[in-house]
T-cell receptor, first 114, second 113 residues
Framework: GNSVTQMEGPVTLSEEAFLTINCTYTATGYPSLFWYVQYPGEGLQLLLKATKADDKGSNKGFEATYRKETTSFHLEKGSVQVSDSAVYFCALSDRQGGSEKLVFGKGTKLTVNP | DTAVSQTPKYLVTQMGNDKSIKCEQNLGHDTMYWYKQDSKKFLKIMFSYNNKELIINETVPNRFSPKSPDKAHLNLHINSLELGDSAVYFC????????????FGPGTRLTVL
């Protein structure tokens, strides 16, 4: 079945550092790709998404590009802030039969220190 | 206004008990979901309902029974609770197509003693 692999955490950075969280996927067909973020004690929120190859999703300074040739959707941010500390989940849409669902990676915990 | 709400936020109970978690969304979405997040933060879908109809039922023990009285509510009832059921359970909703954004509730932390 379809699956998502993202880099193991935790990741610890200093404020204003550059962030990359790697995500690769295995899928048949052309799934949509997502990054969700979970702040401490909260549910997940959509951070950004891309629905087809070469699309770039962006939000709050974060970016990710749908790379079909490398089956990747790496998350990047040029300058992280303490408030970006959270768990980040890469996900894809998986269509099976008449229904669709999201398949999540295992999450990467990011801690940003002042 | 809270978009997706769950009650209770915390639930501590003994093995063998039966418990329910309630979920309500006021976004007018057609599709609702239950997810389980384990202690390592791994998130896996359990069920999905569309307009009160079950459309996804992952490999979940039949001790777990979702119920959707209307499209704004999706409750989760768990019978004969086991230690391994301890987790955070998230409800979510979206428009019918999953490629749209899913909105998550704040989660219910279930602890089985």
């Amino acid at each position: 079945g379809n699956s998502v692999t993202q880099m193991e955490g935790p990741v610890t950075l200093s404020e204003e550092a550059f962030l990359t969280i790697n995500c690769t996927y295995t899928a048949t067909g052309y799934p949509s790709l997502f990054w969700y973020v979970q702040y401490p004690g909260e549910g997940l929120q959509l951070l950004l998404k891309a629905t087809k190859a070469d699309d770039k999703g962006s939000n709050k300074g974060f970016e990710a590009t749908y790379r079909k040739e490398t089956t990747s959707f790496h998350l990047e941010k040029g300058s992280v802030q303490v408030s970006d500390s959270a768990v980040y989940f890469c996900a894809l849409s998986d269509r099976q039969g008449g229904s669709e669902k999201l398949v999540f990676g295992k999450g990467t915990k990011l801690t940003v220190n002042p | 206004d809270t978009a997706v709400s769950q009650t209770p936020k915390y639930l501590v109970t003994q093995m063998g008990n039966d418990k329910s978690i309630k979920c309500e969304q006021n976004l007018g979405h057609d599709t609702m979901y239950w997810y389980k997040q384990d202690s390592k933060k791994f998130l896996k879908i359990m069920f999905s309902y569309n307009n009160k109809e079950l459309i996804i039922n992952e490999t979940v023990p039949n001790r777990f029974s979702p119920k959707s009285p209307d499209k704004a509510h999706l409750n989760l009832h768990i019978n004969s609770l086991e230690l391994g059921d301890s987790a955070v359970y998230f409800c979510a909703s979206s428009h019918r197509v999953v490629r749209d954004e899913q909105f998550f509730g704040p989660g219910t932390r279930l602890t089985v003693l």
